[in-house]
């Protein structure tokens, strides 16, 4: 089956830790995204990438870094600079040809020991 | 920049009610305009999109159109069901490719048996 994988589903920071959410597709995408959500409000963009080895701030860039070594792969890491990281995070992807249409990862749950 | 702006939540209705989500835009071109769901604990799933004023998105029983002269595009359905409780997305596309998506809050549904 066609999709995108998120892990771990949950993941537990303790105080200045980097931690590294994976995202994994297999829809052949040139397109990936990552988006932070918090009760309440809608999704943030945090980075997103439109082709292998390039990607771009979104705008909430600040505290996260991302590679894009592989076209499958689009690895957030979150790193001890992000003071409030408790969230749910969501990866997407999407093809040029795709009608501007992103498909979403299950997400995965970040909370802070 | 471009935004979206959607009715608060939650919206509490009976089995079989007439649903309607209130959804308008700001935005400086023609962008494409989705409406996605979010059910408890997983990411979001396309519900339905519409690429151009006056054209009618429609899946599962929902449908909105794209009304450039109220830049608005509600979600309307006409019986709801208990199934359908979950968190509705509005966003449109903005970007030099269209392809970064501006979501709104979400506002959540929940249906009583």
């Known amino acids: 089956d066609g999709g995108i994988t998120q892990s771990p589903k949950y993941l537990f920071r303790k105080e200045g830790q980097n931690v590294t959410l994976s995202c994994e597709q297999n829809?052949?995408?040139?397109?990936m995204y990552w988006y932070r959500q918090d009760p309440g409000q809608g999704l943030r963009l945090i980075y997103y990438?439109?082709?292998?080895?390039?990607?771009q701030k979104g705008d909430i860039a600040e505290g996260y870094s991302v590679s894009r070594e592989k076209k499958e792969s689009f690895p957030l890491t979150v790193t001890s600079a992000q003071k409030n990281p408790t969230a749910f995070y969501l990866c997407?992807?999407?093809?040029?040809?795709?009608?501007?249409?992103?498909?979403f990862g299950a997400g995965t749950r970040l909370s802070v020991l | 920049g471009d935004s979206v702006t959607q009715m608060e939540g939650p919206v509490t209705l009976s089995e079989e009610a007439f649903l309607t989500i209130n959804c308008t835009y700001t935005?400086?071109?023609?962008?494409?305009l989705f409406w996605y769901v979010q059910y408890p604990g997983e990411g979001l799933q396309l519900l339905l999109k519409a690429t151009k004023a006056d054209d009618k998105g429609s899946n599962k029983g929902f449908e909105a159109t794209y009304r450039k002269e109220t830049t608005s595009f509600h979600l309307e359905k006409g019986s709801v069901q208990v199934s359908d409780s979950a968190v509705y997305f509005c966003?449109?596309?903005?970007?030099?490719?269209?392809?970064?998506?501006?979501f709104g809050a979400g506002t959540i549904l929940r249906v009583k048996s």
């Open positions: 935005a400086t071109g023609y962008p494409s």
């Open positions: 997407a992807s999407s093809s040029p040809g795709g009608k501007n249409i992103q498909y």
């Open positions: 990438s439109q082709i292998v080895n390039d990607f």
């Open positions: 966003a449109l596309s903005e970007g030099e490719y269209g392809n970064k998506l501006v």
């Open positions: 829809l052949n995408h040139d397109a």
